[in-house]
């Protein structure tokens, strides 16, 4: 019953290579295997923002999304502009400080990169090297991780509750 209640709610659902900034109260569901959302939370302001990225990208540069293997602008950019960890969060960090939020402002939270396929034990994952880079463009931005969900072997359904930075979290049971 409760779960059915919150998918009525449900203002936004995110899919892959998507993102959204909520300035105003907003219920955001989206689905997650491999995939990685970060969550971006200022309680001053009640504003969050989430991501939800496919692949990792590259993580050596201040404003890595112009070092992205497809940049900003190209035409699978242009078809998915934020599937990269790298160039979703960068350009999620921008919006922030657009509107006048510090790094230290911002809590974030981050979510999914599970293993959803059998993989040779010496080979990294998707969800693993997405979780990898994610700790890394936290980690190069003075970013807060206050809470975190990831790895893994089972995808997961997320709900952000925008107005609050809340995160209601369903794992699936295969």
Not at 5 to 11: G, P, S, V
Not at 35 to 52: A, D, N, Q
Not at 62 to 91: E, I, L, M, N
Not at 95 to 100: A, I, R
Request: a positive charge.
């Amino acid at each position: 019953m409760a779960r059915r209640k919150l998918q009525q709610e449900t203002d936004i659902h995110l899919k892959p290579a998507e993102l959204y900034l909520a300035q105003k109260p907003t219920v955001i569901k989206t689905i997650l295997g491999s995939c990685i959302s970060m969550v971006f939370y200022c309680e001053r302001l009640g504003i969050s923002g989430i991501t939800h990225a496919q692949l990792p990208g590259e993580s050596h540069s201040d404003h890595c999304y112009d070092h992205c293997p497809d940049p900003c602008g190209s035409k699978d950019q242009a078809k998915h502009p934020f599937k990269y960890v790298t160039s979703s969060t960068q350009y999620m960090i921008e919006q922030f400080k657009d509107l006048k939020i510090k790094p230290h402002e911002i809590k974030v939270k981050l979510f999914g990169g599970a293993n959803m396929l059998k993989a040779i034990h010496s080979i990294k994952t998707i969800g693993q090297q997405n979780i990898e880079i994610a700790h890394d463009v936290i980690h190069q931005n003075h970013l807060r991780l206050i809470a975190e969900d990831t790895g893994g072997n089972k995808g997961r359904t997320l709900y952000l509750f925008s107005h609050s930075g809340e995160v209601r979290i369903f794992t699936h049971k295969n």
